[in-house]
């Protein structure tokens, strides 16, 4: 339990320190937000985590197009969040848009692809 009121510590203060080095880049601004809404939502502070990874993934998205790997990485990673909260009707689309992104940029054949 120890162990985890550490890690819980030390993602906020790593959160609070990244957004000086991310002021001039999106990406960084975006990995931030992303590391400050997990140990928002570690502490179970759904409702104000869910607002900063949305924002991750719109930065990502805006800074890298909507067809980049990142986005559908982004997008898994939101769609997990949701998962956890049995919030499945939320789940289905992240994951079958980050689906298409790979699908798109990796081909139909990849490991990762949906099977017919």
Known sequence: MRRVAVLRALLVALALWTPAIAADDPIA???ALNRE?????QDHRYAEAEPLF???LAIVEKTLGPNHLFVASMSIYLAERYREQYRYAEVAPLYLRAAEIQEKALGPTTP???RP
């Open 112 to 114: 990762t692809s949906p």
């Open 37 to 41: 809404a997990l140990a928002l939502y």
């Open 29 to 31: 601004e975006a990995t």
């Open 54 to 56: 949305k924002r991750a």
